[in-house]
């Protein structure tokens, strides 16, 4: 039996606990004031231990299979804060049940086939979204999208491949004749909706990452006090001396309906410091993964847009000349800003907002895919393009093992059922056949 902490810790007027395991029932019904009788209902109950009130929650026993793991389960919604937290934290180390690992629920809930690892891990995906685009592939495959498409194309591989160990069987009987064209044709069409499949792929690690900002410039134009004055919070460190900034530093900016990821950054300059230069060249590998970049200069403009030059690509940059209090000359093309008054910050803000409303994500992109799982696409493609030009009844036996490797992909990818069932569930059909 396990228990979990589903909400954060903190000051919240609600906490959740989650209880999964055979048994739950009666072990909770024992700090219970009155019994619970009937399943996914709220009841409102005092908890109470060793003659002690320790809370008035409300609480919902669910009875499997229907429940989030699958097994029986039990929610209790605490008032929120450290102390009832503590308290409820030991009282369930008292009744003997274990706190749950990192992502042990939902694991539960795979094994109990509540739901797919790609939906399990898209759960994830969902929680960390900042545009309605990410939430909205993370949703897509929560829902069971993603697994639905590869499932359609899984289908169509594991009918190639009965007919394919059909043909090897055939084989070893004198004088049947048959063709692989249409095998080919088959599997040709197959890679094709695996790459299509791959290309309607949006990356986890850039998650949050889609309306990336990057504030791009020399040392102390005043990168970090516009950060500062864009975030409207301190967070990052300002001072006269230049080459303060080392670490990447993020904000999250809400503007006009729209999140973006503000990116403070060290200033592009040489240096003998050799800390100072890590964090130039974090800037200069991580420019392009920026939809928009800051390009920030002050009086000094035209030398510093020069240094510049080969690190901006104007499609997606916006200069801004910052320090305006000091000079408040306005150059074509450009944004002029002070940090240190406020002036010129609300366009900018528009500005920025602007550039993410206009930017419609790309149509092809419907779900969001981790490394783990491109990698095993992947697979699969290089399984299918194995197979290309083996047009000879000689080479069956080979197709045959691509077309294996592929299902092995595939089944790793859906994390759904292992290969001897699949070769069992094939032979199976390949009998009726034959
Ligand atoms: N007058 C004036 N000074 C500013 C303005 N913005 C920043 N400064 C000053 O410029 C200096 C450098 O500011 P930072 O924000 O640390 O500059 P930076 O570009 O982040 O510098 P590095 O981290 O070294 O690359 C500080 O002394 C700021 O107070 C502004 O709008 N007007
Ligand atoms: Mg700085």
Do not use: W
Not at 37 to 55: C, M, P, S, T
Not at 71 to 94: R, Y
Request: hydrophobic share 40%; net charge negative; aromatic share 6%.
């Amino acid at each position: 039996m396990i228990f979990a902490l589903a909400t954060p810790a903190g000051k919240a007027a609600l906490a959740v606990f989650r209880i999964s395991g055979s048994g739950c029932h009666e072990v909770i019904s024992k700090i219970l004031d009155k019994n619970i009788a009937e399943f996914n209902r709220v009841f409102l109950r005092k908890i109470i231990h060793d003659g002690v009130l320790v809370d008035v929650s409300t609480v919902v026993f669910y009875k499997s299979p229907k429940s989030y793991t699958g097994e029986d389960m039990v929610e209790v919604f605490c008032h929120g804060g450290f102390a009832t937290l503590k308290k409820l934290i030991d009282l369930f180390h008292n009744l003997n049940i274990r706190e749950a690992e990192p992502g042990e629920f939902t694991k539960i809930s795979v094994l109990n086939g509540k739901q797919t690892l790609n939906e399990a891990e898209s759960l994830l995906d969902l929680i960390n979204s900042t545009t309605d685009a990410e939430m909205n592939m993370a949703l897509g495959v929560v829902a069971g999208e993603l697994s639905n498409t590869v499932s359609v194309l899984g289908d169509e591989l594991d009918d190639i491949r009965v007919f394919v160990e059909s043909i090897i069987d055939f084989d070893d009987e004198d004088g049947v004749d048959v063709s692989l064209e249409e095998v080919i044709e088959r599997l040709e069409a197959l890679r094709l909706g695996f790459g299509d499949l791959k290309k309607q792929g949006f990356r986890s690690s850039n998650i949050g990452k889609t309306n990336g900002v990057l504030m791009l410039g020399p040392p102390n134009v005043g990168k970090s006090s516009l950060f500062n004055c864009l975030l409207g919070q301190n967070k990052a460190i300002v001072s006269p001396n230049p080459g303060t900034t080392r670490d990447m530093l993020e904000g999250q900016v809400l503007m006009h309906k729209t999140t973006f990821n503000l990116v403070d950054a060290a200033g592009i300059r040489d240096s003998s410091v050799s800390e100072e230069s890590m964090g130039v060249n974090k800037v200069l590998n991580d420019i392009d993964s920026f939809p928009l970049v800051l390009v920030v200069c002050d009086q000094e403009y035209k030398t510093q847009l020069k240094d510049l030059r080969g690190m901006i690509d104007n499609k997606k940059s916006l200069v801004v000349k910052n320090k305006s209090d000091l000079c408040n000359k306005q150059e074509d093309g450009m944004c002029l800003v002070s940090a240190k008054t406020g002036d010129g910050i609300p366009e900018l803000k528009k500005m920025i907002s602007g550039f993410f409303v206009n930017s419609e994500p790309s149509v092809d992109q419907r779900f969001i895919l981790n490394d783990r799982q491109l990698e095993l696409i992947d697979g699969v493609i290089k399984s299918l393009e194995a197979c290309q030009g083996l047009h000879y009844l000689e080479s069956i036996e080979l197709i045959a093992e691509n077309l294996k490797s592929a299902r092995n992909h595939l089944n790793d990818f859906l994390g759904e059922r292992s290969s001897d069932e699949l070769l069992g569930e094939i032979f199976s059909k390949f009998c009726i056949g034959k």
